[in-house]
């Protein structure tokens, strides 16, 4: 029995039997075709029992599956096949690789000739969209000679795991240290610094060698006499991303939900406010407040905001802007910039969080980031040519009319908004990091 577990006929077979059939029901009006159907099963048996002596002479197969570290999620990541031939011939191979279930993809296979003696790697490329652990089954490869009649099974690498953490490969791609031509093509704004990078420290007397354009003149008024502005270095500002974790966030778009969109905009951001030299911390809520990570520049935030951010999932519940307002008040005592990524989709619903927006909005720099439904805007754009569609592009409409309407209440207010399709998600909120920067908002 353990040598039938392994063993295949493959399809060419079949297709000399279903030959020889024909070859017999063709007899019947020619006698002469009857002798080549007999000798005919005689040579594909005798060419059977000999391709499975060569195929099954020993273990000549060897095959390793070679996985990243951690999967990146919505990107592509790509796993390694490495094949070695031990046999005497060129190896016909069909490789297929249990692929985790996430990927629903139940007919993945790949097919490849290794001559003998010879080594052979093969890479394919998985996009996952979901953050978790992957678990891989069995690597089968299916080797076979040049002649095709059967196949001998060999199976490695069983019972892998990967875990699959936020696209940490966005943070190579917007890499901020130096603005070059390249993050400018892909929408990153070059933003020029107003004045100087100084931060206000105190008025005093002027004395020779001052620079005339510090003067302050409202204090020269008051006291008759020359008084300067005196500055010193600019201090690290806080920057906090903030991420709803409530049931609006679960809208998914091009395979991945707004809640990774803004997670994989969030660990990106973090990167660029480290690199610029300020602290950078994150927190979720919802129904409650969870994943915080404290504002601070050392070595080991990145790897803090990493691991909160694969733990961050939605709860299907309402968010309690309440108790982020509390937890806020509480928690981030100074004045810090806070990009909170959440969704709007009625002007009803944000005003019944105005309140909290705009006591949040009092105490700190508050960018709300909300998104762009692109399926209704497609929806806006197509020609509409029935009763139907001009009913659907109606109500499409009031609803991108809505979000710009969102846009302006929160601006009314004071309060900064970002509204943006989900795929350009981080490079505008980037753009809007360095945009408060540059104009020396915080």
């Not at 994989?264 to 660029?272: E, H, M, R």
């Not at 309402?318 to 910039?337: C, F, Q």
Request: proline residues 2%.
């Amino acid at each position: 029995m353990n040598f039938l577990k392994p063993f295949y006929i493959q399809p060419r077979f079949f297709y000399a039997g279903i030959a020889i059939v024909v070859l017999f029901g063709l007899s019947y009006f020619i006698p002469k075709l009857f002798t080549v159907a007999q000798l005919s099963i005689l040579v594909v048996l005798t060419f059977f029992f000999l391709d499975l002596l060569i195929v099954f002479l020993g273990h000549r197969i060897q095959a390793e599956r070679v996985l990243p570290e951690k999967f990146s999620n919505g990107d592509l990541n790509g796993v390694t096949i490495a094949l070695r031939n031990d046999y005497g011939f060129v190896a016909h191979c069909e490789i297929i690789d249990e692929i985790p279930e996430q990927f629903q993809q139940r007919d993945f296979s790949l097919r490849t000739k290794i001559a003998s003696r010879k080594e052979k790697s093969l890479t394919y490329a998985l996009r996952p969209t979901q953050r978790g652990e992957y678990h891989f089954g069995a690597l089968n490869v299916y080797a076979s000679s040049v002649l095709g009649l059967v196949a001998k099974r060999y199976s490695f690498s069983k019972d892998a795991m990967v875990k699959t953490y936020p696209s940490f490969k966005q943070l190579r791609k917007f890499e901020l240290l130096n603005i070059n031509r390249n993050s400018v093509d892909s929408g990153i704004k070059k933003i020029r610094r107003i004045g100087h990078s100084m931060e206000f420290e105190q008025i005093k007397d002027y004395v020779i060698g001052d620079d005339l354009r510090t003067i302050n003149w409202k204090a020269t008024a008051k006291r008759n006499s020359l008084m300067v502005n005196m500055f010193q270095d600019e201090k690290s500002q806080s920057i906090y991303s903030i991420i709803d974790r409530g049931r609006y966030m679960k809208m998914p778009f091009n395979g991945l939900s707004l809640l990774d969109y803004a997670i994989n905009a969030s660990l990106v951001i973090s990167n660029v406010v480290l690199k610029k030299h300020d602290k950078a911390g994150m927190l979720s809520f919802s129904k409650k407040v969870n994943n915080i990570v404290v504002a601070e520049r050392r070595s080991s935030q990145m790897r803090l905001i990493l691991e909160s951010l694969y733990n961050v999932n939605t709860d299907f519940f309402e968010s309690d802007y309440s108790k982020l307002y509390a937890n806020i008040k509480k928690h981030i005592t100074h004045r810090s910039l806070i990009l909170l990524y959440t969704n709007f989709e009625t002007l009803d619903s944000l005003r019944r969080q105005l309140p909290y927006l705009k006591a949040i909005a009092k105490s700190h720099l508050l960018v709300i980031v909300i998104f762009k439904n692109t399926e209704l805007s497609g929806l806006v754009k197509n020609k509409a040519e029935t009763v139907q569609q001009v009913y659907d592009k109606v109500v499409a409409e009031k609803f991108v009319y809505e979000k710009k309407l969102i846009v302006y209440e929160l601006q009314k207010y004071g309060i900064q908004t970002i509204l943006t399709a989900p795929k350009d998600l981080t490079v505008n909120t980037i753009n809007k990091y360095l945009e408060i920067k540059a104009r020396g908002l915080l």
